[in-house]
């Protein structure tokens, strides 16, 4: 269902769809996560960009083995201290 919610034409059923997934973050399934947010990433929103961009941090901040290019997109607004610290390894989880 929020496959089918992130293809809607209307934002806020795209925007229910990435933010629903926190759900399954915090049970340690990303997968769904990972999927919808890639569908996101070129949507004309820019709050699409922001909830896109916040699940996928979610995930990295507990799982730090996610890919390092998606890693790059989470941690990009970080202050540059932190940023180091996810990209090599020394970050402290949660």
């Known amino acids: 269902m929020l496959h089918e919610l992130a293809r809607s034409p209307h934002l ?15 049970q340690g ?14 949507d004309r929103e820019d709050l699409m960009h922001k909830a896109a961009g916040w699940m996928p941090r979610e995930v990295g901040n507990r799982d730090r083995d996610m ?8 941690i990009e607004k970080l202050p ?3 940023r180091r610290a996810y990209l090599e390894g020394t970050a402290q989880k949660k």
């Not at 399934?29 to 070129?42: G, K, M, S, V, W």
């Open 80 to 82: 540059e201290r932190t």
């Open 29 to 42: 399934f990303y997968e769904d996560t990972l999927a919808i947010a890639e569908q996101l990433l070129d």
């Open 67 to 74: 890919p390092r290019t998606m890693l790059r997109y989470a």
């Open 12 to 26: 806020w059923s795209r925007r229910v769809a990435i933010i629903a997934t926190f759900w399954f973050i915090k």
